[in-house]
C-alpha cells in the first residue's frame, strides 16, 4: 500500500464503539443512506518557503499591503495546488472552490467515495437531535498529494461555532433594580418579548447612551467613508433595522446595509444575533456602510468560505477595514487543525489592514459545547484566541441617572483565559498585567455585555433588550470605523492591526482599568487581566492618540 499521511488533528476524538460521548454525542454505525449522503469538504494548503512566518511578521510590526499584493506573493505553490485537485477530480470530488491564492480547496463527494479516498470510518453522529455523517478517525493522504496540505476540515460537521449573544425579558418601567435577577431567554424567544421601557440612561441602553458612557459623543466622526463587513449565518429584517434607526435618532439609510449571500442558498431564520450586530454597528458608525456577509450555516467549512469571499471583496470595497465576528467554541472541542485551517484567513485579512472583532464568549471561563453553559474546564473560545484578531470580553455597566458612568465592572459570563493553540504569545501582547507564560491571552478590549444591563435591539417588530459580547464586538468594530475615518481626515493611511497599537496604552487616558469582578476562574484587575483585558475605551483619547 503506498505511503499516506495522516492528519490526526483534522478531527475530533470519538468512541471507538458506538454510543453516547462523554460529550452528550450519539454515535452509530452509519446507515446505506448515510454513505449516499453528499458531504463538504475543506483542504488548507500552506503557504511555501517560510512565508508564512513573514506574513506573520509584518502583522505584527503593523505593516498593511494592498490586498492584491497579499493575494500574489502569499500564495500557495500553485503545482502543489493542482496536484490536489487533479487527484481530487479523479476520486470523483466536485471542487465547488477554490481560494483566489490557491491557500484553500473545497470540494464534495458522497460519504462513501470520501471513506474511500480519505481513509475514513463514516459514521451516524447526533447532536442537538440532528444526525451528521462524520469521520470517526483521521483522514489521510497520498504522500505525493499532501506535501502542500496542513489540514483537512469538514469531515465532522457537527463541530460548528456557536452565537455569543443573550436576551433577557424586559423590566417594567418603574422596576429599574428589581430584587432577583431577570428571567433570561433563549434569543429565538424575544420575538414574544413586550416592548421595552425607554428610561433615560437605564438598561436597556441605546446609542447616544453608550457613545457618551465611552467618549464616543461629540467626537466629530461618524464612520463616514468606512465599510463594516459582518460575518453571521443569516440577515436581519430590514423593518427591525428602520425601527431600530428611528428609535435611536439615526439617519442610516436602507442602502447602507447590504446583505451577501456567500453560498446562495437558503438562509436560516433570524434568531437576534444578526439583527443585534448590523444594528449596532451601524448605530456606532451610522456613516459607514454595512456589508452582511450570511454564511449560511455556522459550520467552519462555511465560515471559512465567506472569509475567502471578504478577502476577495477587498479589492472593490478597499475601505472595509473592520470585521465583526460574534460567534466562537471552547478550544477544547475544536480539532487543532480547525483552528490552523481558520487562522490563515485571519492573517491575510490583518495583513491587508482588516481588523476583526471577535466576541470571547458568554460563559465565562469554562464555556461548555453550548457557549452559554460551563464545562468545568479553563479554555478560551475560538476565534478570539486567534493571535490576528482583536478578542472583545464583556463588561457589567451600570449609568448614573445623567449618563455617567456610575459603575463598570467585569462581566460574570464573558469569556476569557489563556489559549491552548499551538500559536504561542504574539510579540504584541505585553505590559502591565500580561503574565509571563507564551500563550495568547484573550480578552484584549471590553466593553459593555451585560445582558442584565444590556442593549437595546429591535427585533421581529418590537424592542427588546439583549447582550452578551455579541453586543461589545459590534460596537467594537463601530469604534475602529470612527478611528478610521478620523484618521482619513488627519490624511493618515487607514488602521493596520491595533493590537501592535493598543498595549503599549495600557494605562493611558485611552482605557478605563476595570479592576473589579471576575468571570470565574480569573478576576479583573490592574492593567491586562483575562476578564476584561486592557480594559474599556475612551474613543475621543483613542481618536487623539492615533491620529
Known sequence: MAERRIFHDSVAALPQNDGVSAGGLRVAAAAPADRDALMSVHFALSLPNGKQADLEAAVARGDVLPAAEVRKNYAA??????????????????????????????????????????????VRVTKDGVV?????????????????VH???????????????????PRRAHARTPPGPPKRAAVEATAALAPVPNLENAPPYIVPEILKAYGADGVGVTGDGQTIAILIDTVPARSDLNAFWKRNGLTVTDAQVTFVNVGGGTLPKTEGEETLDVEWTSGIAPGANIRVYASGSLSFDDLNLALDRIFDDLDAFPSMRQLSISLGLGERFLPPDVAAAQHSHYVK???AGVNVFVSTGDAGSDPDETGHGHSGHTQAEYPSSDAAVVAVGGTSLTLAPDGTVA???????????SSRLRQGRPPWQKGPGVDHGNT????????????????FVFFNGSGAQIGGTSWSAPVWAGFCALLNEA?????????PFLNPLLYPLIESTCFRDIISGSNGAYSAGPGHDLVTGIGVPHVGNLIAQLT
Open 77 to 122: 505553490d500553485s503545482s502543489q495546488v493542482t496536484a490536489l485537485k487533479t487527484w481530487l477530480t479523479d476520486q470523483g470530488f466536485e471542487i465547488t472552490h477554490v481560494a483566489s491564492d490557491g491557500t484553500g480547496i473545497y470540494a464534495r463527494a458522497t460519504a462513501a467515495q470520501i471513506e474511500k479516498s480519505l481513509a475514513v470510518q463514516i
Open 151 to 169: 489540514a483537512i476540515t469538514g469531515l465532522q460537521p457537527f463541530v460548528q461555532a456557536r452565537k455569543h449573544s443573550v436576551a433577557v425579558v
Open 407 to 417: 459603575r463598570e465592572v467585569g462581566w460574570t459570563e464573558g469569556g476569557g483565559g
Open 440 to 455: 495568547r491571552l484573550v480578552p484584549d478590549v471590553s466593553a459593555a455585555a451585560d445582558p442584565d444591563l444590556g442593549a
Open 487 to 495: 484618521r482619513a481626515k488627519a490624511g493618515k493611511p487607514l488602521l
Open 349 to 351: 485579512l490583518a495583513a
Open 132 to 148: 451528521y455523517p462524520s469521520a470517526r478517525n483521521a483522514p489521510s493522504l497520498p504522500a505525493e498529494i499532501a506535501g502542500g
